[in-house]
């Protein structure tokens, strides 16, 4: 790493989205017993949530169902108010708006949703789709030849050639991978800094997953897009992320570098995850299986006071009932917002494992 790009990861220069404590509450319909009893009730789906989209990195968000994923992909999309907190692009604070200032908005940051069938309309043609999104962000060129050349330069970003192929299909004349192909190039129309891909290949069979992901890549570290790659599967964050976050009822309790998080998980949920993760190279005994513990994520209406997983952790302590965790550090960069993890610094922490660990970092170091 040279001096310069130090100095950018340092200063977080090179972010290029963030959430600052971003928090959103879907209220209730109120029932005759709320008005009685003046009560306001809402769905916690997302409570503090903080975090750095860099550019050329992929971060993984992972969780399992309704944990408040596809709200935090949404509320970066701008596409619904804050109940409190900040965005940033660009460093500069997102003033949430709409018409011009929110097309702005999505020049920089778009999202690609699971469903591409569900996000293309049947009715129309590949060169329509992109057509229009080019035409929408300014970029189709002055002439026929121009937009002919931009149709085609999408297509090749995504691995469809030859593009002539492609640009007269409908959706229904293409393999899902090729749909899902498609939305992307129609998110490249924009020329955007920001992909945010709400699990992108979860819709698609196995065989073509692989190829989805490895496209994103290339846009990556081709266009160094910022990605957050949103998934239920926390072996595909290792693989395709660069950072992985851990989200569980609403708030994120983990991250760090993808290769960390998924082979020495800090927190009890990751763990938890990680062991439930269908792997045919481990096979979980019995007695493992029940330490990791079992039961139902908690009601986001009334959630759990305390740590939100509590009800279910196998290593809950007496203040995890009471007392919300904050973010603790430990080694190269990982995090857990977690009670066993007060007062461990990131030495010790780093000691109490395997020495492979303490002999890379010594390398980080050294170098
Ligand atoms: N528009 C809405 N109005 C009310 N509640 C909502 C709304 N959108 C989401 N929720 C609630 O917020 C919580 C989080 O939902 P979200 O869709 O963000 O979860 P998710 O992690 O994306 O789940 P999945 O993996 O199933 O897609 C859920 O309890 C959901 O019911
Ligand atoms: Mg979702």
């Known amino acids: 790493m040279t001096t310069d790009q130090s100095e950018t990861v ?11 404590g971003v928090t959103k509450h879907f209220p209730l319909r109120r029932t005759a017993r709320d008005l009685f ?22 971060t993984a968000l992972v969780g399992e169902s309704g944990s408040g994923k596809s709200t935090v992909a949404r509320l970066l999309a701008q596409l619904y108010p804050l109940t409190s907190g900040e965005i940033r692009l660009g460093g500069e604070p997102v003033v949430a708006g709409r018409g011009r200032s929110f097309r702005r908005y999505v020049r920089r940051v778009q ?9 293309l309309n049947p009715v129309h043609t590949v060169r329509y789709h992109l057509t229009r999104a080019l035409k929408i962000h300014d970029r189709a060129g002055s002439g026929d030849k121009e937009l002919e ?6 297509l090749n970003r995504v691995q469809l050639t030859p593009p002539q192929q492609f640009l007269d299909k409908f959706p229904h004349e293409l393999s899902g991978g090729q749909r899902q ?17 709400d699990e992108p290949v979860s819709m698609l069979d196995v065989s073509i997953r692989l190829g989805v992901l490895n496209l994103l890549r290339d846009l990556k570290e081709r266009l160094h897009l910022a990605i957050l790659y949103i998934t239920h599967d926390i072996a595909s964050a290792r693989y395709f992320a660069d950072t992985t976050l851990v989200m569980y009822a609403g708030r994120i309790v983990e991250g760090g570098d993808s290769e960390t998080v998924t082979q020495r998980p800090a927190h009890p949920y990751t763990q938890l995850l990680i062991a439930s993760a269908p792997d045919p190279d481990r096979i979980v005994a019995q007695e493992e299986q029940e330490e990791t513990g079992t039961g139902e994520p908690p009601s986001l209406i009334a959630p759990p006071a305390g740590c939100r997983f509590h009800p279910r952790c ?16 430990l080694a190269d960069g990982q995090w857990a917002a977690c009670w066993l993890y007060e007062g461990v610094g990131a030495r010790s922490y780093e000691n109490e494992g395997t020495g492979t660990r303490a002999s890379a970092a010594g390398k980080e170091v050294s170098r």
Do not use: Y
Request: hydrophobic share 45%.
């Open 111 to 119: 999202l690609i949703f699971q469903d591409p069938f569900a996000s």
């Open 181 to 197: 192909r498609v939305a992307i190039a129609r998110a490249l129309g924009a020329d955007p800094q920001v992909l945010l891909a």
């Open 10 to 20: 340092r200063t977080g220069t090179d972010v290029v989205l963030e959430a600052r």
């Open 37 to 58: 009893a003046r009560k306001r009730r809402s769905v916690h789906a997302v409570d503090d949530v903080s975090l750095r989209l860099r550019r050329g990195t992929v």
């Open 149 to 154: 050349q931009a149709l085609a330069d999408l």
């Open 314 to 329: 196998p290593k809950a302590m007496e203040r995890c009932r009471t007392e919300l965790p904050p973010r603790f550090d």
